[in-house]
């Protein structure tokens, strides 16, 4: 099974910015940055495939860029004017997240003032 690491989190400021990597020991056709809040589920913010196509939730559309690097099985994330309510521990897995996948540490990002 493929293993991920993210990294790039922290605590940023309304309306600041981060980049988060995840780096995958394999390669994926779709990945997928995935965030859960405090009591919250763990919701999908984006994907991309190795084509190149990606998709948004709704919530971040406008703000988050996802990209990747094939070569090195990396993916990103440009997080841009952020909001409290982003804020999570941020992982990144397949796309779709099927029942018993392994999931990393993930990183947290807290915008807070």
């Known amino acids: 099974q493929v293993r991920f690491v993210e990294s790039g989190g922290g605590l940023v400021q309304p309306g600041g910015s981060l980049r988060l990597s995840c780096a995958a020991s394999?390669?994926?056709?779709?990945m997928g940055w995935y965030r859960q809040a405090s009591g919250k589920q763990r919701e999908l913010v984006a994907s991309?495939?190795?084509?190149?196509?990606?998709n948004y939730a709704d919530s971040v559309k406008g703000r988050f860029t996802v990209s990747r690097d094939n070569a090195k099985n990396t993916m990103y994330l440009q997080m841009n004017s952020l909001q409290p309510e982003d804020t999570a521990v941020y992982y990144c897995?397949?796309?779709?997240?099927?029942?018993?996948?392994?999931w990393g540490q993930g990183t947290q990002v807290t915008v807070s003032s």
């Open positions: 897995n397949v796309q779709p997240a099927r029942p018993g996948l392994d």
């Open positions: 394999g390669s994926i056709f779709t």
């Open positions: 991309i495939t190795r084509l190149g196509s990606t």
